[in-house]
């Protein structure tokens, strides 16, 4: 485009040979800047937003009826990167001061001139990112006419400047400097404007054409661009000037007075009551502090700032060294002064460049408390506010733990043993200065039990002021929210009563508020996509960060809601995850069942675990018995159609039926189904299965995973079909689908909860994680997933204890083939934009040419429009033309390039079917296959593992007990002196057993299977039948008989034969009753222990448990 000559600017014509919009706009802010500042500002905010759409055009993103506000798009293209390190910053500085301008017709000359030197920086950053001069050089900033106010330091800024100016350019330059006339300016400035309104529409379409050309562009063209952006933004350079202005905003952000020209020490700025100042330019016996802190009278900290070029981390011992040589003066408050040598509690050093982990020592605000020797000095992303540090400097954190330490556990929660060594565990970490700990609890086993109890101790010893409670949706928040004001720690009073909770929604936080409930979403939108309202939070409102279920989001099969979509994939939603998690100052503490990689790559490996085979063992929570794994003629075989068979695709946002001809055979397998296509048969099959062995009248809740809501739709109906058919009736309600789209989901999970009906519920990912109803006995796989993070929390619906319904084992029906296949891979699929393009005119327009240069130039334009759409197909979009085409989509691009136009020409005629899946809009609803393929119950086999019927599996237990028995010291127990064996040691067998595959519920139901009786022996009892051939008895039975001998020995007082009997109780649940179980439960709340009850039986209580053991392991007759 050729440059016009007319648009004399000495800071921004090299913009004019590429972008004469950007020149008109930078002249005018510079012809502005004399008279009018604030429409200066204006228009360097116009410059912004035209520079920020070029920027979105250049990479493809540039969409003009999105609606998009200039901070939308500024966060949009930085979230995908494109618009790396300072220039971000940049870029929202203009925006601010524009806004502020143009809103409040607030603005003066010295933000004019720094404002105007930012437009350059980001000007010049354009130009070598997306010009043709990659090194280009633009000379010095040239200061505009001097305006008529000018302030004392502003005159000083624009002779530096000039000086600055007038050794770079050449005489020749100097002279036409002299030579331009400001009337000359001002009817230069006048003409723009006319030009800048005419110049709006043809910059419109300049970006649509832009944007146009780059979508076609290959990836790799795209890739180098990005680089040359990352490049260029390296060359951003400000002076020590602009620098300090950058800071200045973001102390005065975080609620500082400030101004580091004007608010300076030698202009005689000092502390003063009730203002809370920066003061610049301190001076200490170490030289001058860059700014001191003050609150009040206080020094609370020291500041060392550096040009953006410099080591930050290391600039903290400079910061230091002004702590070590402050010198209080005049009336100011020496609170808590010194620490050791240290008169200043807390430093700070800063380039004034956002925070970046891949430039960890260069960027950001470094921080450290200089109170404690230990403390490590760590990077921010934002500074502290006043109060946030005058609440630090309150906190006495060995106090904290020398409270903690005397703490009991005497609360009404009634804490468990392993839940009191969780706690104890993460208190001995935090005393040794731990900033991240995960805690790993199976499900079912009260983490948030746990965490409420933890979360109050560290509270009531003012370990922390704050805490944040981080959840990843809204059902878990209220959940947990209920949790808290139920849970009575003392006196009678709940949790809620002693401290202020916030809940989900309120963003109000007041200084009394110790908890707040929020989901991860809602800080992913206030920190990393705020709109203009949005209030920022400071890095000090929360000092501690708990977060439940830290394992989750995350996981490969979830289905996004619309507050997810921010999130393009697993490690878009990490990356987003970490950022609000690291923006604050704060300890973070994740508890989960099941940690993953990216769990502890942020909380550190697991302080504390307490495993569900642990659990179950320990008989908190409930096994399973083997899987159910039904196999169909479909799910075996697979659906197929054989080439020139009739498919159907129906699109749901249509409602339309599209039929097409199989051009090859397509086959599509079990993990497919109700994704890709519908198969009533496959469901019906399966239903009549559940319908024979799960009655909805017997006590327990069923609960059914299913691939998408229309899938859970059609398994509801079929159900109900089903269960009509088997029982002759059903109740309506007794079958209810919740998800996320339903009517009210939240009420309808209490429902599920509290009520008699739902009995069944069918559900996509709503109940696959936090929701506890310990009802539910069985669970239904109508659905593969590929997340072992999320198959092990879909079991954990169903591990919680339930006595009310005598709840022994629970039951898992496989209809997909999950529970040998399950992956442990955990990532999000990807959220794929919009397309726009039809491939099915281009293929019709193929049918009708028969110009071999016409074809050829279709065939070209067809590629180019599959290099942009191929980026965004989404999977099912891939796998649809994968099946079409019998290749891959990359495979179809080369197959199109290597054939001749009139080969490719035919090949797509063919597969017209290809032009309609790429034509569809992807993100949205997807069009799928309609299967009428018939369908019948093959055979339901049970998953044993090891073996694959019930004798092969008892068969590999004797195999194991005879290659381990004499390795095994505590397994020689069992079937040698099984009266020794002791809870840790059966505690042992027992987990060792279930690591191998051998549980006491799988043997027990593989004994059934293979013999017919219902036996249920103990473990110790398997281990004996199969070492030693003795008979296998129900555990009970040698309990009651055992115990039928030992009352029967002698004369036994009236209280000692009641002991005995609860004795023989209590063997029947813990399997070894030993002195330790006397001091802890029934025993200790009733009997006071061991050593009141040993007195009962005239100190004989041990001799008396080895009779009672020995006689429970004496071969019955």
């Not at 208190?427 to 805690?439: G, P, T």
């Not at 086999?941 to 095994?968: C, M, T, V, W």
């Not at 103990?1018 to 115990?1043: C, E, H, T, W």
């Not at 050593?1091 to 071969?1115: M, P, S």
Request: charged share 30%; with cysteine; net charge negative.
């Amino acid at each position: 485009m050729p440059q016009d000559n007319s648009l004399k600017s000495p800071n921004f014509a090299f913009l004019g040979e590429r972008e004469p919009q950007l020149l008109r706009l930078g002249t005018l802010a510079e012809q502005y800047f004399v008279n009018d500042p604030v429409t200066c500002l204006m228009k360097l905010r116009q410059f912004g937003e035209l520079l920020a759409q070029l920027v979105a055009a250049n990479f493809g993103q540039y969409d003009p009826d999105a609606g998009e506000s200039q901070i939308e798009l500024l966060n949009r293209l930085r979230d995908k990167g494109y618009l790396p390190g300072r220039t971000n910053q940049l870029f929202h500085e203009l925006r601010r001061a524009g806004n502020d301008a143009n809103h409040a017709l607030s603005g003066d000359h010295r933000t004019a001139l720094s404002n105007l030197k930012y437009a350059r920086e980001l000007g010049i950053w354009f130009h070598r990112s997306f010009g043709r001069d990659a090194n280009f050089k633009a000379g010095a900033f040239i200061p505009p006419p001097d305006p008529l106010n000018e302030t004392q330091a502003l005159q000083q800024e624009l002779e530096r400047l000039r000086q600055e100016a007038d050794e770079r350019r050449s005489a020749v330059e100097m002279a036409l400097a002299k030579a331009a006339k400001e009337t000359e300016l001002r009817q230069l400035a006048e003409q723009l404007l006319e030009e800048a309104e005419a110049e709006a529409k043809t910059a419109l379409n300049n970006l649509a054409e832009l944007q146009a050309r780059t979508v076609s562009q290959p990836a790799e063209v795209l890739q180098q661009t990005l680089r040359q952006v990352q490049q260029a933004e390296k060359e951003v350079v400000l002076d020590e000037a602009e620098t300090r202005r950058l800071i200045d905003a973001q102390l005065r952000a975080a609620g500082w007075e400030v101004d580091s020209e004007e608010l300076k020490y030698n202009n005689g700025t000092r502390p003063q009551k009730g203002k809370n100042l920066a003061i610049a330019e301190y001076p200490t016996a170490d030289g001058r502090a860059d700014y001191a802190l003050f609150v009040g009278l206080q020094v609370v900290a020291v500041v060392e700032a550096k040009r953006q070029s410099k080591d930050v981390s290391a600039a903290i011992d400079q910061a230091k060294r002004y702590s070590r040589g402050y010198q209080i003066k005049g009336d100011e408050i020496a609170n808590g002064n010194p620490w050791g040598e240290f008169k200043v509690p807390f430093v700070f050093a800063t380039n004034g460049r956002e925070f970046l982990e891949q430039l960890r020592t260069k960027s950001g605000i470094w921080f450290c408390d200089l109170r404690r020797p230990e403390n490590l000095r760590r990077p921010l992303p934002s500074w502290y506010s006043p109060q946030g540090l005058v609440d630090t400097l309150s906190q006495d954190l060995e106090e904290a733990h020398r409270k903690l330490a005397e703490e009991g556990f005497s609360y009404n929660l009634k804490l468990r043993d392993y839940q009191i060594k969780a706690i104890q565990k993460v208190e001995a970490e935090l005393a040794d200065n731990k900033r991240q700990l995960l805690i790993a609890m199976a499900t079912g086993t009260g983490k948030t039990k746990t965490c409420i109890a933890l979360v109050y101790r560290l509270l009531k010893t003012k370990r922390f002021r704050r805490v944040l409670f981080l959840v990843d949706r809204t059902a878990l928040g209220e959940q947990s929210a209920n949790a808290f004001k139920d849970s009575r720690m003392e006196s009678l009073q709940t949790f809620a009563d002693i401290f202020e909770i916030k809940e989900l929604g309120d963003r109000d936080i007041d200084s009394d508020t110790k908890v707040h409930i929020a989901t991860v979403q809602s800080f992913v939108k206030r920190l990393i996509y705020p709109s203009e309202k949005t209030v920022i939070p400071t890095v000090d409102l929360y000092d501690c960060i708990v977060v439940d279920e830290c394992h989750r989001g995350y996981l490969l099969d979830q289905e996004l809601s619309e507050t997810q979509l921010t999130f393009r994939d697993f490690n878009d939603y990490i990356s987003k995850y970490r950022r609000v998690l690291d923006y604050f100052d704060a300890v973070k503490i994740g508890l989960t069942a099941t940690p993953a990689l990216h769990t502890t790559q942020i909380f550190g490996e697991p302080v504390f675990t307490y495993s569900y085979p642990e659990a179950v063992i320990d008989g908190w929570l409930i096994d399973h018995e083997p899987p159910y794994e039904i196999k169909t003629a479909l799910s075996e075989d697979g659906i197929v159609w054989n080439p020139g068979d009739q498919m159907e695709f129906f699109d749901p946002k249509t409602g339309e039926l599209d039929l097409v001809h199989a051009p090859d055979t397509v086959r599509i397998d079990v993990d497919k189904f109700n994704r890709r296509v519908v198969t009533k048969e496959f469901n019906r099959v399966v239903c009549e299965y559940l319908a024979e062995n799960i009655d909805p009248a017997l006590p327990g809740k069923t609960l059914i995973f299913c691939v998408n809501t229309d899938h859970a739709d059609m398994v509801v109906d079929q159900l109900k079909l089903a269960l009509e058919k088997q029982y002759g009736s059903v109740e309506d309600d007794a079958v209810l689908k919740i998800t996320g789209n339903a009517d009210k989901p939240m009420q309808l999970i209490r429902r599920f909860k509290n009520e008699a009906n739902p009995k069944i519920a069918v559900t996509v990912d709503l109940l696959t994680t936090g929701i506890d109803v310990p009802e539910i006995c069985n669970l239904v796989f109508m659905r593969r997933v590929n997340s072992r993070i999320l198959y092990d929390q879909m079991i954990g619906r169903a591990t919680r204890l339930c006595d009310e319904i005598g709840k022994e084992v629970f039951r898992v029906f496989d209809a997909v083939d999950i529970y040998s296949t399950i992956s442990k891979v955990s990532e999000m699929k990807p959220v794929v934009k919009q397309p726009n393009i039809s491939f099915s005119q281009l293929v019709d327009e193929l049918g009708r040419v028969k110009d071999s240069t016409a074809i050829a130039c279709i065939i070209d334009e067809l590629l180019a429009k599959l290099q942009r759409k191929k980026r965004s197909l989404s999977d099912d979009s891939k796998e649809a033309i994968a099946l079409l085409a019998n290749m891959s989509v990359d495979d179809v691009v080369s197959h199109l390039r290597e054939s001749s136009p009139t080969q490719a020409a035919q090949w797509l005629r063919d597969k017209k079917a290809i032009a309609e899946v790429l034509d569809r809009r992807d993100g949205g609803l997807q069009a799928v296959l309609i299967s009428h393929h018939p369908n019948v119950l093959r055979s339901v086999e049970r998953g044993y593992g090891k073996g694959e019927k019930p004798q092969d599996y008892l068969n590999s237990f004797n195999a194991f007990l005879g290659e381990n028995l004499n390795k095994i010291p505590a397994l020689l127990v069992v079937t040698q002196r099984p009266r020794e064996l002791t809870r840790s040691q059966l505690k042992e067998v027992r987990l060792l057993l279930d690591a191998a595959g051998f549980s006491e519920t799988n043997l027990q139901v593989a004994w059934r299977e293979t013999t017919n009786e219902d036996i249920a022996a103990s473990i110790i009892g398997f281990i004996r039948q199969a070492a030693l051939g003795n008979a296998l008895v129900p555990y009970g039975d040698r309990v009651d008989k055992a115990m039928k001998k030992i009352l029967a020995s002698r004369a036994w007082t009236a209280p000692q034969r009641k002991w005995l009997e609860r004795i023989g109780q209590q063997l029947k649940t813990e399997v070894i009753v030993d002195r330790d179980a006397f001091d802890r439960g029934a025993f200790k709340a009733q009997g006071g222990g061991f050593e009141r009850i040993n007195k009962a039986f005239d100190g004989r209580l041990e001799e008396i448990l080895v009779d009672i053991n020995e006689a429970l392991w004496q071969e019955m007759a």
